[in-house]
Every structure is written in structure tokens, then in C-alpha cells.
């Protein structure tokens, strides 16, 4: 056989595809995504702050010269102390102290801790109801996708940040003083939760009925799979790019919403400080003179939500099909 025959034999294996084989890492630096991430400057900024921040938090008790939390590590004679390059600066004290003695710095990436835990609780519990919601009300429809949406559409009325402060007050009015630091940590995830639901219950139902009228969606319910398993597996995927989106978002949304809680005084107590009860704590010597206790905790809040709203308007771009 020539080999002009033999490179036609039917039996010759074909060249794979050029993606076989690679991993997914390589496959990600190569996509669009990525290729728009490269390209603005200020999206990689915003995103290397925001990764800053968490490892900040993260490594919180590594980083910090006392742990603020813990009253035995706390002087009284400490408090009020400016700055380390201030004229009454003292060290290791490098942002100063509050009035209990606690180190400003140390109380930022604690507080940070508390303020993106919350932020990341409250947005996972608001995406796991919004999708579930919208999963039931975009794929059946009829009372139940009336029901579900006549809901939304009345918390749509409200701000976000009054439903928080009806869960807050309900819960306080059911348990009372019987609410200790944990308790009230998990009252503000749901309450942040519940007021963050909609947007994705509204999202994922407007992409559940345009994909459930499709074939392969025909085609899963022939087989005989359960209505869950073809939500599930088969139409969230397809959705994923605008949740993503709304999460992005809804995570400074929702550490605002705490930092609120917290300086009206209905978050966290003071002796378990995040971002926002820090903030209202130092807005009480602001006039006093003491204008750090106040200024680095804003500015830590002010940082890291700016960081991460650039992150969200870029995904939204990035996501957007029209756009590339």
C-alpha cells in the first residue's frame, strides 16, 4: 500500500483536538475572561487588593500585635495612643489605640475577619435561597412562580437594609439577652441573607424559562429524569454567569449592610468589634481629638468595598456577550 493510501486508511487515528490534553489552568489563561482581565489595570488592582484583604484577614491572628478579642491582653493605660509616627506615638502600637487600650491595627484585620465572614455567609445563604426560589418558580411556573415573585416583588419595596433591621429586631424580640456573640454572628447572616434573595430568585428565573424550552432540556424530561436532577444538572449551569455577577456585587453590598447594623448599634457587641462597630466606636472621639480610632477603620471598609464593586462592574463586562 503507498503511503498516499496508507495516510487514508480509515483505521488511522485522527490528530486529537488542540484542547485535549490540556489542563484546565492553561484553558483558563486562554480565555476571554482572562484576556479582559489582562487588559484593564485597574480590574487587576482591584483584584489584588481584594485578595490583600482576605489574606489580611486570614491570617489575622499572625499579623496582629494583641488579639482585641481577649480582655486579658487589654491595658487601659494604652488607651489613646496616637499613631507610631505621631509625636506621642509608642510602639508596637502602629495605628494607635482605641479607649480600652486596643490596638487600632489588630482590631482592623479582626475586624475585617468578622465583617467579610458575615459578608460571605450572608451572600452564600441569599444565593442558595435566590436560586432555589428561582430553580422552583422558573420551572414550574403557574401559582407557584406567582406566589414566589408577588413575594419579591413586595420586598422589592423595601430597602434592604430596613429587612435587615425587621430579622434583627425579631430575632431579639423572640430570644432577648439570651443572644450571645455567635448567635447574633448567625442572626446577621440571615438577615443579610433575606434581604439579598431577590435579585437572584428574579435572574434565575428569567434564564430558567428561556432554558426549559429548549431541546436538551425536551430531551432530560423524555429520559425520565426528575425535575430536580434536570434543574440541578442540567438548567443552573447555564445561569451561573449572571449569579456570579449579583454575588460579586451583593459581597459589598452585604459588608455594607453589617458595617450599617453595627454602627446603629444592632450587630456584633463591642467587645467583638467588626468594621462598622469599630466605626461607630471611634466616631465617638472623633471630636475629642482622637481621629484615628475612627479614620482607619473607615478607611480599611471604604477600600475594601470600592476594591470589590470594581471587580463586580468588570465581570459584568467581562460576562457580557455584547461587550466582546
Do not use: C
Not at 78 to 104: H, K
Not at 214 to 240: E, S
Amino acid at each position: 500500500m503507498s503511503d498516499a493510501a496508507a495516510s487514508n486508511h480509515p483505521d488511522e487515528q485522527s490528530a486529537p483536538p488542540a484542547h485535549v490534553g490540556r489542563s484546565w489552568l492553561s484553558r483558563a489563561l486562554d480565555s476571554d475572561i482572562f484576556y479582559s482581565f489582562r487588559r484593564s489595570k485597574l480590574t487587576m488592582v482591584a483584584a489584588a487588593i481584594t485578595v490583600l484583604f482576605f489574606l489580611l484577614a486570614i491570617f489575622a491572628s499572625a499579623l496582629a500585635v494583641q488579639n482585641p478579642f481577649d480582655p486579658a491582653q487589654l491595658q487601659l493605660m494604652n488607651s489613646r495612643i496616637s499613631p507610631l509616627w505621631t509625636a506621642d506615638g509608642q510602639s508596637p502600637f502602629l495605628l494607635g489605640t482605641d479607649e480600652q487600650g486596643r490596638d487600632v491595627f489588630s482590631a482592623i484585620l479582626y475586624g475585617m475577619r468578622i465583617s467579610l465572614a458575615v459578608g460571605v455567609a450572608g451572600v452564600i445563604f441569599a444565593g442558595a435561597l435566590g436560586i432555589a426560589l428561582g430553580l422552583i418558580a422558573g420551572y414550574f411556573g403557574g401559582a407557584v412562580d406567582g406566589v414566589i415573585m408577588r413575594i419579591a416583588d413586595v420586598q422589592l419595596t423595601f430597602p434592604a437594609i430596613l429587612i435587615a433591621l425587621l430579622v434583627n429586631g425579631i430575632a431579639k424580640s423572640i430570644f432577648g439577652n439570651r443572644l450571645d456573640a455567635t448567635s447574633m454572628l448567625v442572626v446577621l447572616v440571615i438577615s443579610i441573607g433575606l434581604s439579598f434573595w431577590v435579585g437572584y430568585a428574579r435572574t434565575v428565573r428569567g434564564s430558567v424559562m428561556v432554558e426549559k424550552n429548549k431541546d436538551y432540556v425536551a430531551a432530560a424530561q423524555l429520559i425520565g429524569l426528575p425535575a430536580p436532577t434536570i434543574m440541578l444538572r442540567h438548567v443552573l449551569p447555564n445561569t451561573m454567569g449572571p449569579i456570579l455577577v449579583i454575588a460579586t456585587i451583593n459581597l459589598a453590598l452585604a459588608i455594607i449592610t453589617e458595617a450599617t447594623l453595627s454602627f446603629l448599634g444592632v450587630g456584633l457587641p463591642d467587645t467583638m468589634p467588626s468594621l462598622g462597630t469599630l466605626i461607630r466606636i471611634g466616631n465617638n472621639y472623633l471630636f475629642a481629638g482622637e481621629w484615628w480610632i475612627v479614620a482607619f477603620p473607615g478607611l480599611a471598609l471604604a477600600g475594601l468595598i470600592l476594591s470589590i464593586n470594581l471587580l463586580g462592574d468588570w465581570l459584568r463586562d467581562a460576562l457580557n456577550p455584547k461587550l466582546r
